[in-house]
Nanobody, 118 residues
Framework: VQLQASGGGLVQAGGSLRLSCQASGRTFSDYIMGWFRQAPGKEREFVALISWTGGRADYADSVKGRFTISRDNAKHAVYLQMNNLKPEDTAVYYC????????????WGLGTLVTVSS
């Protein structure tokens, strides 16, 4: 599946952004979708995932209560609503897809940059 993330930008601390990831090429509902991020000088880290139908979502501790992942299988899209943003949320955000919880994320989109100013 091909993925394209969008929606990044510059926001002040405490603000909100909504990232989108558009998928194409295969049956979107066959994939668990995830969001990851990579800050300058740091390794890529997990942010959130959502199950095939959206019934289950998991979050990194650092974003729990502030970020919400959702998906619209009819639109082949997954979203990341980010509220109460902090400067430490500054990173390039990537969406990714995998078939199951026991497989790797094999499909990655180009990232979208989120910059949070203090």
């Amino acid at each position: 599946v091909q993925l394209q993330a969008s929606g990044g930008g510059l926001v002040q601390a405490g603000g909100s952004l909504r990232l989108s990831c558009q998928a194409s090429g295969r049956t979107f509902s066959d994939y668990i979708m995830g969001w990851f991020r990579q800050a300058p000088g740091k390794e890529r880290e997990f942010v959130a995932l959502i199950s095939w139908t959206g019934g289950r979502a998991d979050y990194a501790d650092s974003v729990k209560g502030r970020f919400t992942i959702s998906r619209d299988n009819a639109k082949h899209a997954v979203y990341l609503q980010m509220n109460n943003l902090k400067p430490e949320d500054t990173a390039v955000y990537y969406c990714a897809a995998r078939r199951s919880l026991t497989t790797e994320y094999n499909d990655w989109g180009l990232g979208t940059l989120v910059t949070v100013s203090s």
